[in-house]
């Protein structure tokens, strides 16, 4: 205990010859709450995946499916927050390589989206797994016991959650501590502009995903299951010369389009698969676009959007979706935006 205790002051004494001194309080957090996250990661990979994995012959097969829905990607988050506990364990005393960090890894954090993205499906599929198999609701909480959680394997996997949306507020922290003249002041800046931008992608494709379970009422069923990677939404006006507002969803395999009653109330309108969908400018208004099914000329529609830039970005995302590798029917679907498997989505209508 007592070597601990002067190992942490002498870490402590080095970091205040590096940064301010209301800066090291921050940086001993990210490192001590970044060291804590790996370790829940791993009791969850190690602690609930794997004796899951080894029963799963015992869940009428069930075992691989529900690995896949429920722990998601967490082996790969784990691997790379475990490097980038190391990195940062080896940059702490270098400002400006602290915040380098971040920026370099912009492509791994983006791998939390797959994982937000599908939350709330494996949430559901954990709550009807156990409620359908008593051995596997025995087995999770026996995981639960060796462990020696104080709760439910639902509360453990909201972790990488909050863990993706902590950092930029983090980076605030610190930033907020430095001064422009500070040798890292310009690095740590630009990673919190950079998981700033993590965050609000992340945000926007749970929002699609709320979007998506708010829609699911009684009366109307689509195999929507495979939507494909998200890739745009907006609220625009639509029709001639724009008499509705609707809410459009673009996909990799298709187009949703809903009308909006409140924010966790939205009816279904139509759709239009990606692979009969056509799109082209307005003469004469540069706020306008046309989509259209190459199939079902009764799906129509002239988008007013609000500005050139909201066009051109639609325009861009378009070109984007009939690009041949997001065309591709090899291409793995993404879970960003999948329901659960074997479920239909249930979409409300007039």
Not at 51 to 80: D, E, Q, R, T, Y
Not at 194 to 205: C, E, G, H, P, Y
Not at 206 to 235: N, T, W, Y
Request: proline share 3%; glycine share 6%; charged share 25%.
């Amino acid at each position: 205990m007592d070597g601990d205790r002067t190992s942490a002051g002498g870490n402590r004494q080095r970091l205040l010859a590096v940064w301010p001194h209301k800066c090291v309080f921050v940086v001993e957090e990210i490192l001590k709450t970044e060291e804590d996250y790996v370790e829940s990661l791993r009791q969850i990979i190690e602690g609930y995946m794997r004796p899951v994995h080894s029963a799963a012959l015992f869940f009428n097969n069930k075992g691989p499916s529900f690995i896949a829905m429920v722990f998601n990607n967490i082996p790969k988050l784990h691997s790379f927050n475990l490097e980038l506990l190391e990195e940062l364990n080896e940059q702490q005393e270098n400002q400006k390589g602290f915040g380098e960090i971040f920026t370099s890894n912009k492509q791994g954090f983006m791998q939390y989206t797959e994982y937000c993205g599908g939350y709330n499906s494996a949430i559901m599929v954990l709550e009807q797994s156990i409620a359908q198999d008593p051995a596997l609701k025995e087995l999770l909480v026996q995981c639960q016991q060796k462990l020696q959680h104080s709760l439910f394997l639902s509360y453990q996997l909201i972790k990488p959650v909050q863990r993706i949306l902590k950092y930029h507020l983090l980076l605030e922290s610190l930033l907020k501590h430095l001064k422009a003249g500070d040798s890292g002041y310009a690095s740590i800046q630009e990673a919190h502009m950079t998981m700033s931008d993590v965050a609000n992608q992340i945000n926007r494709v749970v929002k699609v995903q709320e979007i998506l379970q708010a829609i699911i009422q009684q009366r109307k069923i689509l195999p929507l299951l495979s939507c494909g990677d998200f890739l745009h939404e907006e609220e625009v006006k639509v029709g001639w010369p724009g008499s509705k507002t609707r809410v459009i969803l673009l996909f990799q395999k298709l187009l949703l389009v809903l009308k909006k009653k409140d924010d966790r109330c939205y009816t279904y309108k139509a759709h239009v698969m990606a692979d009969e969908l056509g799109f082209g400018e307005v003469a004469g208004d540069k706020r306008a676009l046309r989509l259209f099914s190459t199939k079902n000329r009764s799906n129509n529609y002239y988008l007013q959007v609000p500005n050139v830039e909201s066009r051109d970005v639609w325009i861009k995302k378009l070109k984007q979706l009939k690009n041949s590798e997001l065309m591709d029917d090899k291409e793995s679907v993404s879970p960003r935006v999948m329901m659960c498997v074997g479920m239909y989505l249930c979409i409300c209508v007039d």
